[in-house]
């Protein structure tokens, strides 16, 4: 029972700090949350030191629990390496992907399509869903677990980026038509075409972050959204 408290805790501080709900470099009270959450100080430290390996979360001697900073630097760094990565884990899919692994990318394109065009766009409350599942599905043929691990990580670093700062850049792009044409050369087998296609989705969308400004990287989001949350509205996104 502890356990899995435990891991609602840790799955509930995950989706705040991707959301921005706790700003970069703040200190994480561990009582706090612990009465916010209902449980006990021991099961928000080790949710907390979880959280460490995912370097969400930062644990420095005598300060405690720091949310891990953000800064322009970082994240060109991490696109560098997750577009190596993710480009890797792309190539091997397509070498050797089956004709289930096929279907499953299709039918996830056609959801993140629908949703993408719809009203709400990128708004949509399906919208991190289903894109991070498009995402899953283009490399989850790649055989590599170790690979993919590396992968997963830096694609949830990658994606606090996102939450943070995409709603104040302001360039217009046509994600679906991007989306649609790493699918095209996947599902084509075109792996050269495939990911460039892939590389040059990811570095655009850096870009869009990094010409968001210093503003976009000074993101705080009220700690009352945060505070308000328990463990059940916590864990929704």
């Known amino acids: 029972m502890a356990g899995s408290r435990t891991a609602e805790v840790y799955e509930a501080l995950k989706e705040e700090l991707l959301n921005g709900d706790h700003a970069p470099g703040s200190k994480l009270a561990i009582e706090a949350l612990a009465l916010r959450f209902g449980v006990s100080p021991g099961a928000v430290r080790e949710s907390l030191s979880r959280l460490t390996s995912d370097r969400l979360v930062e644990a420095l001697p005598q300060r405690g629990f720091l949310v891990a900073p953000i800064s322009q630097d970082d994240l060109t760094d991490l696109t560098e390496v997750r577009i190596d990565i993710e480009t890797r884990c792309l190539r091997r899919s397509i070498e ?25 766009g990128r708004a949509h409350p399906d919208w991190p869903r289903l894109h991070a599942q498009l995402h899953d599905d283009l490399v989850a043929a790649c055989g590599s677990p170790w690979w993919l691990r590396l992968r997963e990580v830096l694609y949830m670093q990658a994606e606090r980026y996102r939450r943070l700062i995409l709603p104040r850049a302001q360039a217009a792009r046509d994600i679906n038509a991007e989306h649609r044409a ?33 503003r976009g990287f000074e993101r705080r989001m009220p700690r009352g959204a945060a505070m308000g949350k328990g463990i059940t509205d916590g864990a929704k996104g």
């Open 96 to 120: 050797r992907g089956t004709l289930e692994w096929e279907a499953r990318l299709l039918s996830t394109w056609h959801q993140v399509s629908h949703v993408g065009d719809s009203p709400q």
């Open 182 to 214: 790493i699918v095209e050369r996947t599902l084509a087998r075109d792996a050269d075409a495939a990911v460039a296609a892939l590389a040059d989705h990811m570095q655009r969308t850096a870009q869009d972050l990094l010409e968001a400004g210093p």
